[in-house]
Each structure stands twice: as C-alpha cells, then as structure tokens.
C-alpha cells in the first residue's frame, strides 16, 4: 500500500503562483508513476502532469498541453515527495487537484483507471 498527502492549495488571483505538494509513504518502490489530476465539479478528473518514479524513464515528465510552459512538477528524491509548481495560473485552472500514483503503466499515459493510489485533493481556485 502507499499512502498520499497532497498539499498547497488556495486562492489567488490570475497570473500569480501556487506550489501544490505530495508525500508519499509506504510501499514507493513500487510505483511506476506518480501524477496530478484536476476536477472541475461535475467533470471528469484529468491528468495534468505526471513523472517517472522508476525504470528506464526515471524522472521523465508528461504535462498535459494546456499547462506546458506554466507548470512545472519535481520529485525530491530523499523525502519521496513531488511538488507541482503553477505558474501564471488562470481561472480555467480552478479545480480540485489530486495526486495520484500507479505500478504500472506508461508515465505518458492519461488513463485515469491506471492509478491506483489517491491523495485526498486539494483546492485551488483562480479568480481574474
């Protein structure tokens, strides 16, 4: 089992920054990928970024288009967190955001059944 706590919502206005964080803990050397979602209420939840954990794609990144170029997503390594760093966020990237993880499957992939594991969400809202 692994156990996800995202972090690091809030308000803010257009343009300006939020950094979300998640710590893993328990069986991490299992995962193939860690991701964020986001969910706007009665939608779909969709991937924005995910990064490699382990095998030949370590530390590779996916983000989804709209966010390229405006988020940036890390891992650390020796404290098994990842951040998601959001810059010149928009109103249209107001959502509820969760971390996600996997064992299996490609770090590219968008397919939200693959994961496995679930951090309890965090909100992030952006007024203009």
């Known amino acids: 089992q692994v156990q996800l706590q995202d972090s690091g919502g809030g308000r803010v206005q257009a343009g300006e920054s939020l950094r979300l964080s998640c710590a893993a803990s328990g069986r991490t050397f299992d995962l193939s990928t860690v991701g964020w979602f986001r969910q706007v209420l009665g939608k779909e939840r969709d991937l924005v970024a995910a990064?490699?954990?382990?095998?030949?794609?370590?530390?590779?990144?996916y983000y989804e288009d709209s966010v390229k170029g405006r988020f940036t997503m890390t891992r650390d390594n020796a404290k098994n967190t990842v951040a998601l760093q959001m810059s010149g966020l928009k109103p249209q990237d107001t959502a509820v955001y969760f971390c996600?993880?996997?064992?299996?499957?490609?770090?590219?992939?968008?397919?939200?059944?693959?994961?496995?594991?679930w951090g309890q969400g965090t909100q992030v809202t952006v007024s203009s």
């Open positions: 996600a993880a996997k064992r299996s499957g490609a770090y590219h992939s968008t397919l939200e059944f693959e994961y496995d594991y």
């Open positions: 990064i490699s954990w382990s095998g030949p794609s370590e530390g590779s990144v």
